[in-house]
């Protein structure tokens, strides 16, 4: 639960990514990934400098992937086999179909 009001700084936290307080048994510090060579060196150089500087914390809700509930993966994957199956059927029956024009045509 995002803290609702003044946050405390020494028990609560800011959120990076969604910009709330959160207390600090809800997150977690991670380190700032690298976006590309520039940053990477930039993080290096802040990582030796300061080796806090590059960890921000992060919420648990923020830290869980974007939500992909399993359903939606099966019906994904449902889809593609049905994809496959239609295609495969389209194919067979328009094959078929012009074998048989082409054996009336005789
Ligand atoms: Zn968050």
């Known amino acids: 639960m995002p803290v609702e009001g003044l946050p405390n700084p020494t028990i609560h936290r800011l959120c990076r990514r969604c910009c709330r307080w959160h207390h600090l048994h809800e997150g977690s510090y991670e380190e700032v990934s690298s976006s590309g060579p520039f940053s990477w060196i ?5 990582r030796q400098a300061d080796p806090d500087a590059t960890m921000i914390f992060i919420c648990s809700a923020c830290k869980r992937p974007p939500a992909t509930p399993a359903w939606v993966q099966a019906l994904v ?18 094959g078929t179909i012009d074998h048989l024009l082409s054996g009336m045509g005789h």
């Open 42 to 46: 930039v993080n290096a150089y802040r």
């Open 77 to 94: 994957s449902l889809g593609i086999i049905l994809a496959i199956a239609v295609a495969a059927w389209w194919l067979y029956t328009s």
